[in-house]
């Protein structure tokens, strides 16, 4: 037993003797008072208070600024949810939280934080153990149930919403068994249904992002009388487009045109020096060598393309009119002087005060159509047209036919003839009343010539100029005395600028009278086509202020998938045509 100490030995040789004797070890009786250290109850593990472990948790949370705000403490994901006042800040809210005695926390209680995103404590307990909770804060849900805006998806048709009623009008035709609806609502909130059955008034409930508060919306969809009047498309010259450059194409666009329900298709007749059909008048008053040379359809490839387009159309019952699109202007950008016509008549091109040719936006060069003989070269290019096409339903002018520019008249026969029947010299300003006044009669007159051309053939005349006054000031358009005076049957004033459109319209709709009204639209500019939306807009526009259709600006617009969309819910049936 070397190695133990001496006590030890001792008492390891008393217990081996008492073993050995066979008695067993005295023990104490029941009342005897227990050894000092031993335990009161037979439960082995301790009921000392000052060895539980320190519960680690945040006991109470609360924000200084908002003590009524609603808090929720996740205990299994140590995480802590905030809900503020709508419209409180919460960049900079101070927290106040309760915890167990001997637990610190980083940061303490009352410290300032951005709970704009997730903010985290850190408890520390005395024996060592941490936790960290996770803070966040959202804004308390909103009760509000505001209907701002009433959308039926089909349509593109947005209703502003006053009181608990709504009253929708959409196209002719439009099936109104299931309609697809949305919304501009309070924020948060949800509204029901998204497919309604509209030929009966329905209840639409808008529910608050609280989940719980909700308003209903009566409902009543009506749809307007069939419309009579003219859905249009411009067809440019083929430089713009191959969409009709040969019998089978035709056919598929005059396809496409009835499909989505138009109506009349203006194709450009003359543009650049050229028409759309082998001219006599043209060459005669060009240096075109031969017929071939005057038409830009040379490379059609079939016998004659505006016969083939004439003949299309009326099989689908689409009107067509032959728009003069160049007018009375020779060319942008500059003179050119090699240009077949100018170079026939180097005299036609207008001049302004200076001598120098004269033009629209220092850009848009014209002809002198104060001068006889160009007016009759224009009248004779149409006259040509009407005889050689039967068929046709009518010509155009537009924001060239008849016009010139303002500072323009200044050559010399037009000054000589100012002064053989006014009596006195053409004056220096340009907006000289009388000088102005004897230079719009001009052009009015050769409306009216135009007019009487084509109802001489028994033929719609139709016009698209520039909005009014607008156009007077600058290209001498005065048409509001056309429609005065009985020489249109359409009109399509261009208004083509989409940021104020609805305000055009309402300047030009006081001078339109009883003509059948079809404003134009810019659909394609350039490479760019016109939202559906926007489309709607404008459409909806129209139908605001009394007119019943419009035409589009231009043809190959109408092959883009979305307008095509667009127009199938707009037009979702024919329009009567009002001749």
């Not at 031993?38 to 600024?65: C, N, T, W």
């Not at 024996?127 to 509000?144: F, L």
């Not at 396809?255 to 203006?266: G, S």
Request: glycine share 6%; with cysteine; charged share 20%.
């Amino acid at each position: 037993m070397k190695g133990l100490s001496y006590p030890i030995l001792t008492l390891f040789c008393t217990l081996l003797l008492a073993g050995c004797s066979g008695q067993p070890s005295p023990q104490p009786e029941p009342s005897q008072e227990p050894l000092s250290g031993d335990p009161v109850s037979p439960d082995p593990v301790s009921e000392d208070p000052s060895e539980d472990p320190v519960p680690l948790q945040i006991l109470a949370f609360q924000i200084q600024e908002y003590p009524d705000a609603k808090v929720t403490i996740d205990e299994t994901q140590s995480s802590i949810a905030v809900l503020v006042p709508r419209g409180a800040s919460r960049s900079a809210l101070t927290v106040q939280f309760t915890l167990p005695e001997g637990v610190t926390a980083r940061p303490p209680s009352g410290t300032v934080l951005d709970l704009t995103q997730e903010q985290k404590i850190f408890l520390a307990a005395p024996d060592g153990t941490a936790r960290k909770y996770v803070v966040t804060a959202q804004e308390a849900p909103n009760s509000a149930t505001a209907l701002y805006q009433l959308i039926c998806d089909d349509t593109y048709t947005r209703v502003y919403v006053r009181g608990n009623t709504v009253r929708m009008t959409l196209p002719y035709g439009t099936d109104l068994s299931a309609l697809h609806f949305s919304a501009e609502m309070s924020p948060g909130a949800t509204g029901s249904p998204a497919v309604a059955d509209a030929r009966q008034p329905f209840v639409y409930t808008v529910t608050a992002q609280d989940g719980e508060t909700r308003a209903d919306y009566t409902v009543t969809v009506d749809t307007w009388p069939q419309d009579k009047g003219v859905r249009g498309v411009y067809l440019p010259d083929p430089s713009h487009t191959a969409s009709f450059l040969s019998p089978a194409a035709v056919k598929a666009s005059i396809a496409l045109m009835k499909e989505l329900k138009f109506n009349c298709l203006f194709v450009c007749a003359w543009a650049r020096s050229q028409v759309a059909w082998e001219s006599p008048v043209l060459l005669a008053n060009s240096t075109y060598g031969s017929l071939s040379e005057t038409h830009f359809y040379r490379g059609y490839q079939g016998d004659d393309a505006l016969s083939d387009i004439i003949a299309e159309a009326h099989k689908a019952g689409i009107k067509v009119i032959l728009w003069f699109e160049y007018g009375f202007m020779h060319n942008a950008g500059r003179v050119n002087w090699n240009d077949p016509v100018l170079a026939r008549h180097p005299d036609w091109i207008g001049r302004g005060l200076d001598g120098e040719p004269a033009a629209y936006n220092r850009n848009d060069y014209y002809y002198n159509a104060y001068n006889p003989e160009v007016r009759q070269f224009m009248l004779d290019l149409m006259a040509e047209a009407l005889e050689k096409y039967p068929d046709v339903d009518g010509i155009q002018g537009d924001d060239r036919l008849p016009a010139m520019p303002r500072e323009s008249g200044y050559n010399t026969e037009t000054v000589e003839l100012y002064c053989t029947q006014t009596g006195r010299p053409a004056p220096t300003d340009d907006r000289d009343e009388q000088w102005s006044r004897w230079r719009l009669d001009i052009l009015n007159g050769f409306a009216a010539d135009m007019a009487k051309l084509a109802r001489s053939k028994g033929k719609l005349i139709c016009f698209a100029p520039n909005k009014y006054p607008w156009c007077e000031s600058v290209l001498m358009q005065e048409w509001p005395v056309w429609v005065q005076a009985g020489n249109v049957d359409i009109l399509n004033v261009q208004l083509y600028i989409t940021g104020r459109y609805e305000n055009d319209l309402k300047d030009t709709m006081p001078y339109v009278g009883e003509t059948a009204f079809s404003p134009s639209m810019i659909l394609k500019n350039g490479s760019a086509i016109l939202d559906s939306w926007l489309i709607a807009e404008e459409f909806y526009a129209n139908r605001a202020a009394g007119t019943a259709c419009e035409t589009q600006f231009w043809f190959d617009g109408l092959k883009e998938s979305a307008v095509q969309d667009t127009f199938r819910r707009l037009y979702p049936e024919d329009v009567i045509w009002p001749y």
